[in-house]
């Protein structure tokens, strides 16, 4: 998952125990069904996690690790 970021301004937003598909439904204020509609790229940065849940603090350090190269080589391309 190595891409160039053409922003040089990032937010990473991480869902709760049932994602960011649950939590669109309980909030009334958002017209949007599927998450992909906010957002310029939505992830899944831990697939076959192997277990029903991932701590958000692991969740953190797996995609701050995976998105690290992309943030670094788009600050050398500024």
Known sequence: MLFCLLSRHLLIVFGGLK???S???GDETIEASDPS?????YLNTCPSQGSRTIRT???ILI??????????????DS
Not at 37 to 41: A, I, K
Not at 63 to 76: D, E, K, V
Request: one cysteine or more; proline letters at 4%; hydrophobic letters at 40%.
């Open 23 to 25: 939590c669109l439904e």
């Open 19 to 21: 994602g960011l598909e």
């Open 63 to 76: 995609t701050l690790a995976a998105l690290r190269p992309g943030i670094i080589q788009s600050q050398t």
């Open 37 to 41: 509609e906010l957002f310029n790229y």
């Open 57 to 59: 603090e692991e969740a």
